[in-house]
């Protein structure tokens, strides 16, 4: 006779306690160990990038110290001493004190003029709708793709009619026009995102249009004027085909001119020490603007990235 077998009770039916043993615990997730895999990668690749980036700089820094002679024997050690003669004769003898000079009203004047112009035109286009918006939006796009060597013949001789080549004014005005689309671009989108509301109940008070944007859209938009400075401020402070074209004056040379310039008679003379002088004072400028606006940098393209 066969008798059927009678499956075990669970602890909770069969009155007994539940102990943690009886408990297995869920299985992890999978997407967490993959997900915990692309970290550990990504991290890798910006630690290799980050290397591949700051060691020329630290190297470059590094051999500004040396002597010409402990340049080639060994590049790769610590300085024996501080050479600050060094940087005194790069900054005098090779005249990097009057091409920081040229440089100095160059980009200030042209940065300034960028953002004032630039931010306007974008405000227009983001807040106002009038027939040929999208036109004149999609023309300053169009600008950003134009290469700049196929106007450098025809720029040459449009600067020279009006009497602006070799002056600071003609290179200002120069490097306004080649930063405006990516200026109007950026500060367009970023524009776009600032709430309407604030606006409105200013022109409800009385304010007028200027008064609205210079003093309320204006400072709101902050982050994203510091972010597309910096783009701006690097752009123009390393051009270099463009003064090469239009300033042709010795005396009048700008930062990039005269590194050439310099890496020519320092090369012929082997003061190989003056010359990395030299290069490290012309990224030091660029390296504080970034470390000292670096947050408002990343608040800048976020916020203009979001909407």
């Known amino acids: 006779m066969k008798t059927t077998e009678t499956p075990a009770l669970l602890p909770a039916e069969s009155g007994a306690p539940i102990t943690?043993?009886?408990?297995?615990?869920?299985?992890p997730p999978r997407e967490k160990k993959e997900g915990t895999v692309l970290n550990v990668f990504s991290h890798g690749v910006l630690v290799i990038w980050a290397f591949m980036v700051v060691m020329p700089l630290l190297w470059a820094v590094m051999t500004s110290f040396k002597d010409d002679r402990s340049i080639f024997s060994s590049p790769w050690s610590l300085p024996d001493s501080l050479r600050f003669?060094?940087?005194?004769?790069?900054?005098?003898?090779?005249?990097?004190?009057?091409?920081?000079?040229?440089?100095?009203?160059?980009?200030?004047?042209?940065?300034?003029?960028?953002?004032?112009?630039?931010?306007?035109?974008?405000?227009?286009?983001?807040?106002?709708?009038?027939?040929?918006?999208?036109?004149?939006?999609?023309?300053?796009i169009g600008?950003?793709?134009?290469?700049?060597?196929?106007?450098?013949?025809?720029?040459?001789?449009?600067?020279?009619?009006m009497g602006l080549l070799n002056s600071i004014h003609g290179l200002i005005l120069v490097y306004i026009a080649y930063s405006l689309p990516?200026?109007?671009f950026f500060l367009t989108a970023f524009f776009r995102t600032l709430p309407t509301s604030i606006a409105e109940a200013a022109f409800v008070d009385g304010a007028s249009h200027s008064r609205t944007f210079f003093q309320i859209m204006l400072p709101m938009a902050k982050p994203g004027l510091i972010s597309v400075g910096i783009f701006?401020?690097?752009?123009?402070?390393?051009?270099?085909?463009?003064?090469?074209?239009?300033?042709?004056?010795?005396?009048?040379?700008?930062?990039?001119?005269?590194?050439?310039?310099?890496?020519?008679?320092q090369g012929y003379k082997g003061d190989w020490s003056g010359l990395f002088a030299g290069l490290v004072m012309a990224m030091l400028p660029v390296l504080a603007a970034y470390i000292i606006f670096q947050r408002q940098v990343v608040q800048g393209l976020t916020a203009g990235a979001l909407k």
């Open 20 to 27: 943690k043993t009886d408990i297995r615990p869920p299985a």
């Open 85 to 140: 003669d060094n940087w005194s004769r790069a900054w005098t003898q090779a005249d990097m004190s009057d091409y920081f000079l040229n440089t100095v009203p160059v980009v200030g004047g042209s940065l300034i003029g960028t953002l004032v112009l630039g931010s306007m035109a974008a405000y227009v286009l983001a807040r106002f709708d009038f027939p040929g918006n999208r036109f004149i939006y999609y023309l300053f």
């Open 143 to 161: 600008g950003m793709s134009f290469p700049i060597m196929l106007a450098l013949v025809p720029l040459f001789y449009v600067v020279n009619n």
């Open 182 to 184: 990516f200026t109007v």
């Open 232 to 265: 701006n401020f690097l752009g123009q402070w390393n051009q270099y085909m463009l003064p090469t074209v239009l300033n042709t004056d010795p005396d009048k040379r700008v930062l990039t001119q005269g590194l050439v310039q310099l890496a020519v008679s």
